[in-house]
């Protein structure tokens, strides 16, 4: 049994010749792609990774045109690619905000080693 | 005709031997990936630091290499673009636990280097009651709340430095034309708004780009007048103290929070 049977049904669905996105694949790759982007959106993604909260965005509405034209490999896709965007949004706000943290308390404490004469690095 | 055929056996031949013995070409895109994700286990600080997301971004690679014959073109490309996300979700998800790490690391050694330092160190280094706090100590507190309520934000633009937390409203986080603050940005303010309930001690300034000017004199009273709605005390959000020191974007505004212990009587904090 494959441990990430979500990457092993993406890529079989996708053979095309094999199998067929179904309705129900459609609607549940649509709604986890949603949850992703809504939770990209709170966490500000659309500050700190705009590029990919936008990516996002779109392939949402994508999949969401395609399921009303009931083409479900289309949705299924879109959607699929939707629910990364907006993961890689949320990773990149995390990275970027951690890294504006550890810049900020790094200046204070190069300014307090060099008010107590320490050297810049190393140990006190 | 016996003149040609030997000839043309012979590059019959030489064209069979080739099919056979020379290696598939690799997709430059799989050979991209596959360098992509060499790249992340050879950097110690995403090898260190990475999850479940980085061994996600590994089977993916390998079930598209895996996959690759039986897949046709727009599949594959699907595929393809599915795994190159993973692995940049892979990258960053990393990053940030070794940023937050060293963060921490470092939070540690400012409050060693602060218990150790002789009173010289940490001096008064502006007039008592001014801004910023009149000692490192006040400093870091002030930080780390500001700091905190920073983290309680949702939807807004902020940056903590020396002035305090400086917030950001845009003209296009306003009715256009109007005073009044568009839907997103009252949820944006609510999130202010229960911040500062956590630490009675904030106070904030709402600093128009152009004091005067009729619309955004209008934008900042309407700021000030939701936040109040918002059960945030008048007083509380009309400091002066930011006017000298910011200047709010062309039809915005911009609020300054500080944390104002004296003022509260809050002193023994």
């Known amino acids: 049994m494959l441990r990430h049977r979500w990457l092993w049904v993406a890529l079989v669905a996708c053979a095309g010749s094999v199998h067929a996105a179904e309705r129900e694949d459609a609607e549940l790759a649509i709604a986890q792609a949603s949850a992703a982007v809504q939770a990209a959106e709170r966490n500000d993604a659309l500050l700190h990774a705009a590029p990919e909260a936008n990516a996002a965005r779109e392939h949402l509405l994508l999949a969401e045109h395609a399921f009303t034209r009931r083409d479900w490999l289309d949705s299924t896709q879109a959607a699929e690619k939707a629910r990364l965007d907006a993961d890689l949004a949320s990773a990149l706000t995390r990275e970027r905000r951690a890294t504006a943290a550890r810049n900020e308390v790094e200046a204070g404490v190069r300014e307090l080693r060099a008010r107590s004469g320490l050297p810049a690095g190393g140990a006190p | 005709m016996k003149t040609l055929a030997v000839p043309a056996i012979a590059l019959g031949a030489s064209l069979l031997a080739s099919c056979v013995v020379s290696p598939p ?19 110690p600080r995403i090898a260190m630091h990475a999850g479940t997301e980085l061994r996600i971004a590994d089977t993916a690679v390998d079930l598209l290499v895996q996959e690759r014959p039986r ?19 892979a990258e960053a998800s990393a990053l940030a636990r070794y940023e937050e790490q060293r963060t921490n690391e470092l939070a540690r050694e400012r409050e060693r280097l602060l218990a150790q330092a002789p009173a010289r160190v940490d001096p008064v280094r502006t007039a008592p009651g001014s801004y910023p706090p009149a000692t490192y100590r006040a400093a870091n507190d002030h930080h780390r709340r500001l700091a905190a309520l920073q983290a309680q934000l949702s939807g807004i633009e902020s940056r903590l430095d020396e002035r305090g937390l400086v917030v950001t409203l845009s003209d296009y986080q306003f009715e256009n034309g109007r005073g009044e603050p568009r839907a997103t940005t009252q949820r944006a303010l609510d999130s202010l708004a229960n911040a500062m309930r956590t630490d009675p001690a904030t106070r904030v300034a709402v600093v128009a780009s152009e004091p005067g000017d009729a619309l955004e004199t209008r934008r900042a009273a309407a700021v000030r007048a939701y936040l109040a709605t918002r059960g945030i005390a008048p007083e509380r959000v009309n400091a002066d103290y930011a006017a000298p020191a910011v200047q709010a974007p062309r039809g915005g505004v911009r609020l300054v929070a500080r944390i104002d212990d004296a003022h509260y009587g809050l002193t023994d904090r």
Do not use: K, N
């Open chain 2, 71 to 89: 897949l046709d073109e727009r599949a594959f490309r699907h595929g393809a673009y599915l795994t190159e996300r993973r692995l940049r979700i």
């Open chain 2, 25 to 43: 070409r690799s997709d430059p895109q799989l050979v991209r990936l596959q360098d992509e994700r060499a790249r992340l286990h050879s950097d």
